[in-house]
């Protein structure tokens, strides 16, 4: 509580500084006042927002009906968003976050020093701290939620690294494992099952104890035993077993055999045990390997470099890979395969394509769900990416578009877009929010912004050397520092040179724009005028 309190504080003075130093915006309409780069005001494309920028892209401020951006780049970049309960905290990103989405709370230096608080599914308070890879405490008021560790000196940890419970002493001298077994029996429902059936699901768990990890192990669960001396000999056996499911009825839980000798030389595993679907896997790599089942027959000589045959009984698909699995020729009624790595590669399914030339200078990727597509193109990885996603029931669409280092665009399913020359980054993260708080703007030396709801269109050059916009029946520019200014509004263009005002009134047989003054009462149209001087 100390630490979230802290931060809450310091946040606020990097708030209350950098808004003492931009003004805070005026929330009228015609806040936009241009002296870019030095300093610029003016409304977001969506017309909630106000930003402020002074610097260039130095410092800037963003304030909304339910929102709060500030930034002193690439120092440190601050957000909050009151409608979700959330904040974030950047200083030289990524090096130091801090992130808060309701009641969870979480702090990172240098992704090895991490701190947490929160509730657990269960509604229970934690407090974690880690010290990757040393030190690992959490505090709960719950006591079985507890734990601490001092790598590798002795500890316990709970739900960490896809296990249930980390028990070690001296690792790898000592080391035991907690998860949860596979299809393990559900917690019979409210009313259904005696008390000793419900407490019996605590013990469906699959517990591996390590002497000199991985090389010794015992593994024991619910119909499971094991052991293993690696890479020498080991076994391991579980008869298959029921389960009730969470609507008290019996399932079959399947169970499995596996031998090995002199590891991966010799391998012999049997899994789907009681069910109609069994299969044998037998491997003496790199000679011969070989999959038997009623659904799926596969056969390797000389694995990986040899040949491999496949043939799936269920989709009716039989594919050839020689070695596998740089050459495949695969066909069948909903799936075809053709590839010679890297020169091409072509895959066809139902809902999916894909198709690669001279990898990776080209690769392409169609995901079709009947609802709506997905379609992306890259060549040479990221250097050239574009993404486009259609929704057929609505129509709605949106496009991705990157060219490294030159520049990205974007455009939503809601028309807004948005286009930026020079994209360090922005092609690698697309979606980070630390990236374009803390260093897109340092790079973004052109950027268009359009909102076609709101009528909106913003663009800039030089971090507001150069700055116009468009927005109903007002358009304006300025052009260094301020010196040159023009405003069109209503039948009057404004023009400002070295801060002087000169104004214009306009002929509306001119301009169109000038239609509503022209049918407007004359006494309006003339305390309209007088207003705009």
Known sequence: MVVKRGLRWHAGVVCGTIGLLLGWPCPHADAWVSFGPVWCRWHAPDSALTNLEALGPFISHSIGSNTLEVALRPLIAYSRDSTTESAELDFLYPVFTWDRRGRETRLQLLQLLNASCGTTHTDTNYVRLTAFPVIFIQRSPDPTQEYSALFPICGKLKNRFSRDEIEF???????????????????????????EAKSAHTLEQIVTINFLAPIFHL??????????????????????TLRTNEWGEAELVPGHETRFFLWPIWLDQTRNTGTTNEQRHIACLPLYTRLRSPTRDSTSY???????????????????????????FGTGPDKTMRRVFPLFSYARTPTAQRESYFWPIYN??????????????????????????QNFETGAWRRRTAVWPLFSSSREFDGKSRVQLFALLEPFLPNNAGVARSYAPLWSVWRAEKNPQAGVTNYSVLWNLYRAEKRAEVQRWSFLLGLFQSESRAGQKRLRVFYLPITKRLDCTQRASCTSVATSPPAASEAHARGVQ
């Open 219 to 240: 593994r024991s669960g619910p119909s499971l035993r094991g052991w293993q001396v690696w890479p020498l000999a080991g076994h391991e056996l579980k008869t298959p």
């Open 364 to 389: 392409k990727t169609r995901f079709d769900t009947g609802s709506g597509t997905r379609d992306r193109t890259r060549i040479l990885f990221f250097f050239v990416s574009d993404t486009h996603e």
């Open 302 to 328: 000389l694995w990986p470099v040899g040949i491999t045959v496949t043939r799936d009984r269920t989709r009716g698909y039989r594919e050839v890979a020689a070695p596998w699995p740089v050459v495949m």
């Open 169 to 195: 002493v001296l690792w790898p001298l000592y080391v035991k494992t907690v998860r949860a077994a596979p299809n393990a029996p559900m917690e019979p429902p409210t009313g259904h099952g005696s008390p």
